[in-house]
């Protein structure tokens, strides 16, 4: 390790967060290209995973690139698919030396893509702020190693928990700095992910507003077993334009299945619980074969419980504002199966932010 690895690579890392939600099934890679403790190339994965990020680097490096230092955030790929493998385009450009935050656990590339460097005489010096790097792609690893998603579960409550009035009234609860940011989580998914009473109560649309970033639209999924959204609704009307997909149960009618598909929705398949729920487990497992990376859950209470009942949310993020609704007021995640306090789960606050007249707390789960 050189006194500078760490100063390039978390550069490296900023760079490879530009293109978190929007490169999926792909990893959000950084490289930087240096020599002489200077920045001769940058890239970042692009948009629907390719170019990838050393080779978007190495074009700007050009004949520089030659005996200098690349500092690459996962192993780079070794093998062919769309594009050819990045670690032969680092040996034929005649890079020295290559600094990697973290391994690939994807079969096609572990540890081959450093086998092919070191084959080529390049020094490959592993592990450099590897915990950055497993947070930063932490989708991508669950991903491939067992196949489901990163959950981000985010709740806009009131003081005393509740996501809206009795009546079912929510608009807002938040200010306007706390919906700005929640925009912001979106185009940084893959996909927004909600269940059906939440789709029918709000008629969202779950997309990326008032940004500049309308091309980082996510997937919008709704778990809905007996496929009753409703056709008119805002989600069904814009399903050629931003994705749709469609979580359901075995045995519906044909009819119904042909006229979401021709709305323009995805359908997949779910397998049920005993009590004839979604089962959670395997509709994450189905969002990850379908090469989802990153989700976003907004809700609703019962959606939210699963999750957390299921040990799938790797990141909590409430929204709280000034606000009290008592007793009547809706909850914010529905029943939990524990009676022992024991057994309830427990969060590790990570952050804490100001959103206007709100505040934003991100937590981890404490496992």
């Known amino acids: 390790m050189q006194p500078d690895d760490n100063r390039w690579m978390r550069l490296a890392l900023s760079l490879a967060k530009r293109g978190l939600g929007n490169v999926w099934p792909n990893p959000a890679v950084g490289c930087v290209i240096v020599k002489n403790n200077r920045l001769l190339?940058?890239?970042?994965?692009?948009?629907?995973?390719?170019?990838?990020?050393?080779?978007m680097a190495l074009a700007q490096a050009g004949n520089g690139a030659q005996g200098a230092t690349a500092y690459?955030?996962?192993?780079?790929?070794?093998?062919?698919?769309?594009?050819?493998?990045?670690?032969?385009?680092?040996?034929?450009?005649?890079?020295?030396?290559?600094?990697?935050?973290?391994?690939?656990?994807?079969?096609k590339v572990s540890?081959?893509?450093?086998?092919?460097?070191?084959?080529?005489?390049?020094?490959?010096?592993?592990?450099?702020?590897?915990?950055e790097a497993e947070a930063l792609n932490l989708g991508f690893l669950l991903n491939r190693t067992i196949e489901r998603p990163m959950f981000t579960l985010k709740l806009a409550m009131s003081l005393d928990g509740r996501i809206a009035t009795g009546n079912g009234q929510s608009r807002w609860i938040t200010g306007a700095k706390a919906r700005r940011n929640v925009h912001m989580l979106r185009a940084s998914h893959d996909a927004v992910l909600i269940g059906r009473g939440t789709a029918a109560a709000d008629n969202p649309m779950l997309d990326v507003r008032d940004l500049g970033l309308e091309n980082h639209n996510p997937v919008r999924v709704v778990a809905d077993g007996g496929l009753s959204l409703s056709p008119s609704s805002r989600l069904a009307r814009s399903a050629k334009e931003t994705p749709l997909w469609l979580c359901h149960h075995h045995g519906?009618?044909?009819?119904?299945?042909?006229?979401?598909?021709?709305?323009?929705?995805?359908?997949?398949?779910?397998?049920?619980?005993?009590?004839?729920?979604?089962?959670?487990?395997?509709?994450?497992?189905?969002?990850?074969?379908?090469?989802?990376?990153?989700?976003?859950?907004e809700g609703g209470g019962q959606l939210a419980a699963s999750l957390i009942q299921a040990e799938l949310v790797d990141r909590l993020i409430?929204?709280?504002?000034?606000?009290?609704?008592?007793?009547?007021?809706?909850?914010?995640?529905?029943?939990?199966?524990f009676s022992s306090l024991a057994d309830f789960p427990r969060f590790e606050l990570q952050s804490t932010q100001q959103l206007g007249g709100d505040v934003e707390t991100i937590w981890k789960p404490a496992r």
Do not use: Y
């Open 318 to 337: 409430l929204h709280s504002a000034g606000l009290l609704l008592g007793s009547k007021g809706l909850s914010g995640i529905g029943a939990l199966p």
């Open 111 to 131: 540890g081959r893509g450093f086998a092919m460097l070191a084959g080529a005489r390049i020094q490959v010096d592993k592990n450099i702020l590897p915990k």
């Open 41 to 55: 190339g940058r890239g970042w994965t692009q948009p629907s995973g390719r170019p990838h990020a050393e080779t």
């Open 252 to 297: 519906i009618e044909r009819e119904r299945r042909d006229m979401w598909q021709d709305l323009g929705a995805k359908l997949i398949e779910v397998q049920t619980t005993k009590t004839g729920e979604l089962d959670i487990n395997d509709l994450a497992r189905m969002l990850s074969r379908n090469g989802l990376t990153r989700v976003l859950c």
């Open 72 to 107: 690459v955030t996962l192993e780079p790929c070794s093998h062919h698919g769309q594009t050819p493998p990045c670690a032969d385009a680092l040996v034929r450009a005649g890079i020295a030396r290559v600094v990697c935050a973290l391994e690939d656990p994807d079969p």
